[in-house]
């Protein structure tokens, strides 16, 4: 069964940093990987995703995610985080599964951005 | 846009009370999701469906059933609601099998007492 890690539980950066949340993926195939973000209150939404091709991947909101087979890691990046960034964000994995497809989630990163 | 709508925020119940958490979406997508969300947790995945009729248990399918008898709408079940189902409940769809790209409810927020 696939299964997901997310090492870093809470992390805080300071406006105008560079930002790094860490994914760690097992999955006996190649994997289908994402990124989501939950902002307080709301729903989830898609920030990336990779499939396959080019193991870098850019996103919405300035967010890029790299894949590393050899790690079996999809970290998120961002250059330069904003204030508005501050949310929970989630890694998945996705497999296809009896009709369907299912995702499985890691436990989430909170990140607190300091202005 | 596709929208997922689930139609109680908050719910606040009694210990052994039949619960049902609603979610609709209007895009004709196949697929229907129900996942708990956990502090410490993340979401785990309690049913899903995909089509009329059918479903699938998911990781935590224990204490919870479904129902999809239209195409737009699942229901999640708790047949005897307990306090340890107090959770953050997300609805989520996607067109089909080869979608992964889920759009996500809002959230109901349910307490047992």
């Known amino acids: 069964a696939q299964s997901v890690t997310q090492p870093d539980i809470h992390i805080t950066v300071s406006e105008g940093a560079s930002l790094e949340l860490r994914c760690n993926y097992s999955y006996g195939a190649t994997p289908y990987l994402f990124w989501y973000v939950q902002s307080p209150g709301q729903g989830l939404q898609l920030l990336l995703k990779?499939?396959?091709?080019?193991?870098l991947v850019q996103g919405i909101k300035g967010f890029e995610a790299e894949f590393k087979r050899s790690q079996s890691s999809f970290n998120l990046r961002k250059p330069s985080v904003h204030w508005s960034d501050a949310a929970e964000y989630f890694c998945?994995?996705?497999?296809?599964?009896?009709?369907?497809?299912?995702?499985?989630f890691g436990t989430g990163t909170q990140l607190k951005v300091e202005l | 846009d596709v929208k997922v709508t689930q139609s109680s925020r908050y719910l606040v119940k009694r210990t052994g009370e039949k619960v049902f958490l609603e979610c609709v979406q209007d895009?004709?997508?196949?697929?229907m999701f129900w996942y708990r969300q956990d502090p410490g947790l993340g979401l785990r995945l309690i049913y899903f469906?995909?089509?009329?009729?059918?479903?699938e248990k998911g990781d935590i399918p224990e204490g919870y059933s479904v129902s999809r008898e239209k195409k737009e709408r699942f229901s999640l079940i708790l047949e005897s609601a307990s306090t340890n189902q107090t959770s953050m409940y997300l609805c989520?769809?996607?067109?089909?099998?080869?979608?992964?790209?889920?759009?996500f409810g809002s959230g109901t927020r349910l307490t047992v007492v």
């Open positions: 998945a994995v996705g497999a296809l599964t009896g009709g369907g497809n299912k995702l499985t």
């Open positions: 989520a769809s996607n067109r089909d099998s080869t979608d992964y790209g889920y759009t």
């Open positions: 895009m004709d997508h196949e697929n």
């Open positions: 990779y499939f396959s091709g080019d193991t």
């Open positions: 469906s995909y089509d009329v009729k059918m479903k």
